[in-house]
């Protein structure tokens, strides 16, 4: 079995992405992994080059500046490093998403035990998006709790966005893919970064989406969107978090919930009265 682990990155360092923790957490489970590196103003490039690391295979690419519709950029740069892949299945991780040392060999057994079934398109990861600082971490379902990550590299699919995987069934409808649960997490530190970068990266990536997002000055959320995180983080990206994350974060009980988030109070309601999952799936299970 042969697994690629792949991603998109451009402007990392600038931005505050922990993109080489992200790439060493993957590293022991991937025969290689592909990184397609859009020209950058920052040292993304030579710090990915000073990796030295045989595995590593980057690939630069020029970012299309006129495709401006729902972050599709984004899918052009995710499917640049997915085509390359030559693994039996490919594995994404984006440049915020770090895997957990102790989860490796339950996520090389989960590829193991599906590789010769068909029916199984992909496997699905738990998420824990961190938000504020490390402490903290995102319960309401306007998360996604569940995503796939790793997909058979001989299924035909696409990537509207970099988020999610549509699969094509005879080149004439598409559908998510069929997928088995992995049973670990996948560690989100996107939220979490140090509010400079953030503000930085709010202020480059909104033309992707066709707006502009206003100007960041802190981590404001609705306090029952979020629950203490009692477990432990991946030893790889410590460091990082030591350094370069916001850590002083506390919700704050005063917050004035907005529409969007009023309504996710009411869901997470009815999820505890009736014990649904109402965040949004990318997926069908076929395990």
């Avoid at 993304?44 to 495709?67: G, S, V, Y």
């Avoid at 738990?126 to 299924?155: C, E, K, L, M, Q």
């Avoid at 066709?210 to 969107?225: E, K, M, N, V």
């Amino acid at each position: 079995m042969k697994v690629s682990g792949f991603s998109f990155l451009r402007n990392g360092s600038l931005l505050g992405y922990p993109y080489l923790e992200s790439i060493r957490s993957a590293l022991p489970i991937c025969d290689e992994f592909v990184i397609a590196v859009g020209a950058s103003d920052d040292d993304t490039l030579e710090r990915l080059r000073a990796l030295d690391e045989p595995k590593l295979r980057i690939i630069e690419t020029q970012w299309n500046e006129q495709m401006q519709d729902r972050g599709y950029v984004y899918a052009q740069q995710k499917m640049i490093a997915q085509f390359n892949c030559n693994g039996h299945w490919a594995f994404y991780l984006e440049g915020d998403e770090v895997l957990h040392e102790r989860d490796l060999p339950l996520i090389r057994a989960a590829m193991e035990k599906h590789l010769d079934d068909p029916a199984v398109e992909a496997l699905v990861f738990d998420y824990h998006h961190f938000f504020g600082s490390p402490d903290w971490v995102a319960v309401s379902p306007g998360w996604y709790r569940r995503a796939p990550r790793i997909i058979r590299n001989s299924v035909r699919n696409y990537s509207p966005d970099g988020l999610f995987f549509v699969v094509m069934d005879q080149n004439k409808r598409g559908r998510y893919p069929r997928a088995a649960a992995v049973g670990v997490p996948i560690y989100h530190y996107g939220h979490v970064r140090s509010i400079a970068a953030m503000r930085e990266k709010n202020s480059r990536v909104g033309k992707y989406w066709q707006h502009d997002h206003p100007l960041f000055t802190g981590y404001r959320i609705d306090p029952q969107a979020l629950a203490p995180f009692t477990g432990d983080h991946p030893e790889v990206v410590r460091d990082w978090l030591a350094k370069e994350a916001e850590t002083a974060y506390t919700p704050d009980p005063d917050h004035p919930p907005s529409k969007r988030e009023r309504r996710h109070r009411w869901m997470m309601r009815l999820e505890r009265r009736f014990g649904w999952d109402l965040s949004k799936k990318h997926y069908t299970l076929a395990r």
